[in-house]
């Protein structure tokens, strides 16, 4: 059973996620997430999770932003696919996502003075309904110093 189905049937326990080094934190759905999986190569701070089937993964990371990068700059940097379904950048941020095979993802990342601020979410498209209320949660929580 899909780790939204059990979600949906009972009440998402949230806990809060931190990187005491960087200053970042996050809302993290502790009842869904509930296995550590293996971070990217090259990313200092932070940690993957993945729901117990194995259909789901919440990144939580940080970079140093050492060239002060922007948020426009930062993402055009990365090579985003060119059918991105929603994007917002501001001065502070920028939420990017779209669709992937049978997958939804969706990163946010917030710039603070020393740091980029990111969570990472991948989840199956058919629960995207499901999915909502939780990506908006943990999108709208990151902090960053």
């Not at 009972?10 to 809302?27: A, C, N």
């Not at 997430?33 to 701070?45: L, Q």
């Not at 930062?74 to 991105?84: E, G, K, N, V, Y």
């Not at 629960?127 to 909502?132: T, V």
Request: hydrophobic share 35%; charged share 25%; aromatic share 12%.
């Amino acid at each position: 059973m899909a780790a939204t189905a059990i979600a949906s049937a009972q009440p998402v326990r949230w806990t809060r996620y931190s990187i005491p080094s960087t200053g970042t934190s996050v809302d993290m759905p502790s009842s869904i997430f509930t296995e550590k999986g293996k971070m990217p190569d090259g990313f200092a701070y932070g940690q993957r999770f993945t729901t117990a089937d194995g259909q789901a993964d919440l990144t939580i990371q940080t970079l140093p932003n050492d060239h002060n990068e922007t948020p426009a700059a930062f993402l055009a940097s990365r090579h985003p696919p060119a059918d991105i379904q929603y994007k917002r950048i501001t001065p502070r941020f920028f939420a990017v996502s779209s669709y992937r095979h049978d997958k939804v993802w969706y990163d946010r990342c917030n710039f603070s003075r020393r740091f980029i601020h990111c969570v990472l979410i991948n989840y199956p498209a058919r629960e995207e309904h499901d999915w909502d209320d939780i990506v908006t949660r943990i999108s709208l929580s990151l902090r960053g110093e």
